[in-house]
Nanobody, 137 residues
Framework: QVQPVESGGGSVQPGESLRLSCTSS????????VAWFRQAPGGEREVVAR????????SYTDPVQGRFTISQDTAKNAVYLQMNILTPEDTAMYYC??????????????????????????????WGQGTQVTVSS
């Protein structure tokens, strides 16, 4: 199965931590770029963190920088989102999305990296069903 599957969500109190996992049973498929998105009820979907698989470079949205860490385990074909010092504002459905960058056929490695980590126009080919994170007292 190429479609990613998320796990690790739950209900926690402010200041606590969670680690989300994004996995695929299709170990022959290695996406070039993986991102975590979140969407609060009635809110806009926003990107939280991205990772360029080739060199493990990452990017984060300002509200989570310093608290969240995206990483990968190539042996397990998994990407993680470690979330520390959680606040009620982090409450949302969290989605994992993956894509290859072959659609940008003229792009160099550095250009692909920039697209993965910074582009607002990048599209993702595969999306998970989401995992709920709730932070409340």
């Amino acid at each position: 199965q190429v479609q990613p599957v998320e796990s690790g969500g739950g209900s926690v109190q402010p200041g606590e931590s969670l680690r989300l996992s994004c996995t695929s049973s299709e170990y022959s498929y290695r996406p070039d770029c993986v991102a975590w998105f979140r969407q609060a009820p009635g809110g806009e979907r926003e990107v939280v963190a991205r990772i360029f698989i080739d060199d493990n470079s990452t990017s984060y949205t300002d509200p989570v920088q310093g608290r969240f860490t995206i990483s990968q385990d190539t042996a397990k074909n998994a990407v993680y989102l470690q979330m520390n010092i959680l606040t009620p504002e982090d409450t949302a459905m969290y989605y994992c999305a993956t894509t290859d960058l072959r659609k940008y056929t003229a792009a160099t490695r550095q250009t692909q990296k920039r697209i993965c980590l910074n582009s607002e126009r990048i599209t993702f080919d595969f999306w998970g069903q989401g995992t709920q994170v709730t932070v409340s007292s």
